[in-house]
Structures are given as structure tokens and as C-alpha cells.
């Protein structure tokens, strides 16, 4: 019977073809698929201290809502007597053995501390000095603009500049702008003192006022 068609129809190209088909195979098994770890997002950090079923710790340093010092305390019962109060209970000292924890009222705790960090960032503004311009021969509505503008920088916390420019003749009569300055310094005293008192500076005369 002649051989059958095809390439297994030799001995010497079937032993081929199987030799490749077990060296596939063996290729295939050592290959290992290496899958990363599902991890779970990291949790996000907590704005403000941990409050009630938050504090993990079985005993606490217990303050009541009254401030006296309780004592050591089982954090469980201590989160019951600031429920029965209506209140919670805050971890206040996260850091000591076992923590310090008061029962208090969180929402007006946290609105409390809120007020306190808005007026510390209010105290810590940026002194700016502002500039008023004059002249010697200034009109009463003129002046009583500046000194509106020169009031309302001092209630902001800002310091003013005053500068007095003497043109052309002016110079000769310099006593004008020095009761000028006089004058500013009256209807400023109540609310701004001098921090720099009138020098000449070239041409001009220049004071600084400072909000009292």
C-alpha cells in the first residue's frame, strides 16, 4: 500500500513534528503568568481628630463634657456616656498612653476651631504700604478724598506713605507743606500714629503713618 500524502507519511518528518509539538508544549508550561496583586486603595486621611467608633484604643484617658478628668476608662463606655449626653466623644491627645479622649460637642468644636484658624490668617496679614500724593496748594474736596482713601487703608491694617511734592516756586514757600503735614497728622491722630516723621526727599516731603 503506498504511503499516505502528507508530511507524516515519513517516519523522519513525523519524528520532527513531534519533537517540535513537545518542545512547544514544553515552552508553554514553563511560561508563568505573573498577575500583580489586586490592592486596595489606601484610605483617606482624616481631617480633624478620630471621634467615637473611630478610636480603636479598649481604654482611653476620659475628660467629661463638664472638664474634670474621669480617668481611665473602657473606650466603649465612654462612647455610651457621650451618647446618653448627646454628645461625642474626641480623641484630643492621640499621641499619649492610653489617649486622651473628651466628650464634647464635635460639630461645635470643629466650628469653634474653623473661627480660630480664619482670625489667626486674618492677624497674619501682609502689612502694605500705600501711597497718598499731595501738593501744598491742595483743595478742601481733594483733601478730604485722600483722607477717606488714607482711613480706609489704615482699617485694613495697611500703612500709608505721605508724599508732599513741591513744584517750580513752591519750594520758596515750603512752610504751606509743613502745615499741611501738621493738619494730616491732627485728623489721622485718632487711628494712625507717625512711624516716619516728615523728611525731605529731594524735591518732596515724605512721612509714614501707621494704623494705631
Known sequence: MPPESGSCGHPALARTGVILQNARLANNIGEVTIRRPNRAPAPAAKDGPRTNDEIRNLEIQLIDQTGANV?????????????????????ISPNTNPPVCKIMDYGKFKFQSQKKAAEARKKQKVVEIKEIKLRPMIDDHDYNVKMKAMQRFFEEGDKV????????????????GTKLLDKVKTDTASFAKVEQDAKFEGRQVVMVLAPK
Open 161 to 176: 506713605k505721605v508724599t508732599l511734592r513741591y513744584r517750580g516756586r513752591e519750594m520758596a514757600h515750603q512752610e504751606i
Open 71 to 91: 480617668g481611665v476608662t473602657e473606650t466603649a463606655a465612654a462612647i455610651k456616656m457621650a451618647m446618653d449626653a448627646g454628645m461625642d466623644l474626641v480623641e
